[in-house]
Every structure is written in structure tokens, then in C-alpha cells.
């Protein structure tokens, strides 16, 4: 079966620090991999998407950017913290092949304050 | 383009009464929509989806929802409510504009009072 994992848990990082937030996929193959940001009292926001290794799709210019080194690793980095960034980051996975009916696999997230 | 409205942020009930969690949509192709759950600080976990066979779809944990295509509604229901249910819950939707994206709703909230 498919598994997702997602660290840290938890994150307390000052202004100005980098950031890099690691998710892994198990079980699947060219999988779509997604990084979605709620913060305090607001929906779900969709910051990137790739449908492939080096593919990123950006939705919202920002202080963030995200890597896919492998096929099933997905990385959410930044240079320099603000502390717009802090909300509660979940990535996901979905079924590539028949992507239009699949639904979106979540991770348990990481709660990143920055202080 | 596609939306999706939840039609309530915050629905109070008691524990054992029935829940109805309302969700409406706007698409211009076939829809795929699907109901998540999110418990405090965790991940969002798939309820349910409906994906053009039956309209009325069967969720995990006793939840159901009903694909109304007139109505342009996919409302989430459960007969009697449990202390656990209490979480937020987000309805979702792909019309196949684009293969890679759901659209997901501004979510709602669902407290369970004893």
C-alpha cells in the first residue's frame, strides 16, 4: 500500500533562517506531488505542484520554492524565513495515470512558527 | 471555471442528531468531487469521492453524499453524530480543466456537543 511521510512534525525557526521541509511517497510510481499551506483561520493554499523529477509548477510567488530531486521525494525550501511563512504545510501525492479521478493523499503536515 | 462553496463555516450539533455539511459546486465539465476530514493538526483524510457511477456515495465511518447534478450539490450527511466526528471538513472538486488540481471549499467546521 501507499504510504506518505512527512517531517518534521513540528518546526520553531527564527526570522530570517532557512527552511527545508521533506516529504516522501512509498508505494507508487511517477506519482503527482503537491505542497499546500493553511494558515490560522484560512482554507487550503496550493503553493507548488510537479508531475515529474525537476518539473515545479509555482501557484503563488512568495518567499518558498520547492525541489523534486527523485521521483517520490518532494522538498519545500526557503533562504530566508518571514513570519508570513508560519501556518501548518501538508503535501500530497495522487495517482498519476488516472489523475483526473483520483483523489489527493495527504501527509499529517508540519506546524512551522516562525518566531 | 470551476468552485466550490461550502455553504456553512461552523454547524453545531449533538451528539447522536443527524449532520448535514453542505457543499455546492460550479463546473464546466463532468465533476469529481470528494469529501476530506481534518482532525487538529493532522493531514486531511479522504471520506469519500464520487466519480460519475452512483450518485449516492458511501464515505468511511458512516458518512454518505448525494450527487445532485440539477441542484449542483454534493451535501455530506451522517444519521447520528459521534463525539469523534468533530473535526473540519472540506469538500473538493476536479472538472477535468485541469488533470493536475482539486479546488478544494473554505472548509467547514463541525463541533459535536454531548
Known amino acids: 500500500s501507499q504510504t506518505i511521510h512527512q517531517w518534521p512534525a513540528t518546526l520553531v525557526q527564527p526570522v530570517g533562517s532557512p527552511l527545508s521541509l521533506e516529504c516522501t511517497v512509498e508505494?507508487?510510481?511517477?506519482?503527482?506531488l503537491y505542497w499546500y499551506r493553511q494558515a490560522a483561520g484560512r482554507g487550503l493554499q496550493l503553493l507548488f505542484y510537479s508531475v515529474g523529477i525537476g518539473q515545479i509548477s509555482s501557484e503563488v510567488p512568495q518567499n518558498l520554492s520547492a525541489s523534486r530531486p527523485q521521483d517520490r521525494q518532494f522538498i519545500l525550501s526557503s533562504k530566508k524565513l518571514l513570519l508570513s511563512d508560519s501556518g501548518f504545510y501538508l503535501c500530497a501525492w495522487k495517482d498519476r495515470p488516472s489523475s483526473y479521478n483520483s483523489p489527493l493523499h495527504f501527509g499529517n503536515g508540519t506546524r512551522l512558527t516562525v518566531t | 471555471a470551476q468552485s466550490v462553496t461550502q455553504l456553512d463555516s461552523h454547524v453545531s450539533v449533538s451528539e447522536g442528531t443527524p449532520v448535514l455539511l453542505r457543499c455546492n459546486y460550479s463546473?464546466?465539465?463532468?465533476?469529481?468531487l470528494f469529501w476530506y476530514v481534518q482532525h487538529p493538526n493532522k493531514g486531511l483524510q479522504l471520506l469519500l469521492k464520487y466519480t460519475s457511477a452512483a450518485t449516492l456515495v458511501k464515505g468511511i465511518n458512516g458518512f454518505e453524499a448525494e450527487f445532485k447534478k440539477s441542484e449542483t450539490s454534493f451535501h455530506l450527511t451522517k444519521p447520528s453524530a459521534h463525539m469523534s466526528d468533530a473535526a473540519e471538513y472540506f469538500c473538493a472538486l476536479n472538472s477535468g480543466g485541469s488533470n493536475y488540481k482539486l479546488t478544494f471549499g473554505k472548509g467547514t467546521l463541525l463541533t459535536v456537543n454531548p
Open positions: 508505494g507508487t510510481s511517477n506519482p503527482n
Open positions: 463546473s464546466s465539465y463532468s465533476p469529481s
